[in-house]
């Protein structure tokens, strides 16, 4: 059966296939409370495009990244993929039980995520239910961890989103190795347009939705001079700058002023800063050479671009 579930996931778009036995997972896991009979655990990976980011990594189209990177892949590819292997394992006789990351529970009480609306975030459920997706998908050996807590796997850098399959049939499990692709170079902190993630390479949920939902004005291309016109004009400036300080509250209330472009359908919000912190990851393993799926040409063709931001301070648009 596992050749047929490779088969197939792959025929379903999958990129990368890798299996897990439960003796991977401590007693305690969530995995034991979702499905406590559960024997192996499959991981299902699926490379975003590297074209998609080309918009936002020349500034030009910022759409295709959310509706084709994010949410017609989480909404229709994904589920298409993770229903045909459950039933195939199902036809075999056994449970499969699909898992999808579910975008509006956090891990932690007062987290946010950035590609949801925060007023949509739901905080009535235990996050300690929830699948660890880094975990499962580390531990079906599609990638490792990186400093910043991604998954970077070695076909596709960071560039990729998973889902599982949990089942009761026992199948051989994928082969851990060494990958040892982040060597902590630290480029994927410095390219944060709102320095959202610390240098121990934690990042702040909050600040992080501000700036990739676009409060960084020399990163924007769509933030009108008058943006931001309920804060003082230092405090403005800060916040387009990138270098404000503010709360867990104050967040809300930068995220209020920031409808400056559409979300996609399905609620997911537009990524303005088009996830610099894993193009930056990306361009970096490209550089090294560490990535097996090379292609033709360098993802980063010339220097990346900064607006000027002086219209923000008198409110009129520059020519
Ligand atoms: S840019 Fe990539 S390789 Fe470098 S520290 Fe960040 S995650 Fe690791
Ligand atoms: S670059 Fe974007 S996605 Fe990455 S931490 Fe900063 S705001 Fe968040």
Not at 67 to 88: D, I, K, Q, Y
Not at 105 to 115: F, G, K, R, Y
Not at 217 to 232: E, H, I, L, Q, T
Request: proline share 5%.
């Amino acid at each position: 059966m596992k050749q047929q579930i490779i088969d197939l996931a792959k025929k379903c778009d999958a990129d990368l296939v890798g299996f897990a036995s439960r003796d991977r997972f401590e007693a305690n896991d969530p995995l034991f409370k979702i499905f406590p009979n559960v024997q192996t655990v499959i991981g299902l990976g699926f490379r975003v495009l590297r074209g998609i980011y080309r918009g936002v990594e020349e500034g030009t189209t910022y759409y295709q990244y959310t509706t084709m990177g994010v949410e017609n892949l989480e909404e229709t590819v994904m589920p298409m993929a993770l229903l045909r292997v459950a039933n195939l394992i199902e036809a075999e006789g056994y449970t499969a039980l699909p898992q999808r990351k579910n975008p509006l529970i956090m891990n932690e009480e007062n987290e946010t995520n950035p590609e949801v609306d925060y007023t949509d975030v739901y905080r009535g459920v235990k996050a300690e239910n929830q699948l660890n997706f880094l975990d499962c998908a580390v531990k079906c050996g599609l990638g490792e961890e990186s400093k910043i807590h991604s998954l970077l796997t070695p076909e596709f850098g960071p560039f990729v989103r998973v889902c599982f399959v949990l089942t009761d049939a026992k199948i051989e499990e994928t082969e851990l190795k060494q990958l040892n692709l982040c060597d902590g170079c630290d480029e994927c902190i410095k390219a944060c347009p709102g320095r959202a993630i610390d240098e121990q390479g934690e990042t702040n949920s909050w600040r992080c939705a501000v700036y990739y939902n676009g409060a960084n004005g020399s990163k924007n291309p769509f933030m009108p001079p008058d943006a931001f016109s309920d804060f003082d004009l230092k405090t403005k400036m800060e916040i387009i700058k990138g270098s404000a300080e503010f709360d867990n509250e104050q967040a809300k209330e930068i995220l209020d002023n920031i409808y400056f472009y559409p979300p996609a359908k399905h609620f997911y919000r537009t990524s303005i800063c088009g996830r610099a912190c894993d193009r930056a990851c990306y361009i970096h393993l490209e550089k090294k050479g560490v990535l097996t799926k090379s292609f033709n040409k360098p993802f980063r063709e010339k220097e990346d671009w900064k607006l000027s931001i002086k219209q923000f301070e008198t409110g009129k648009r520059e020519d």
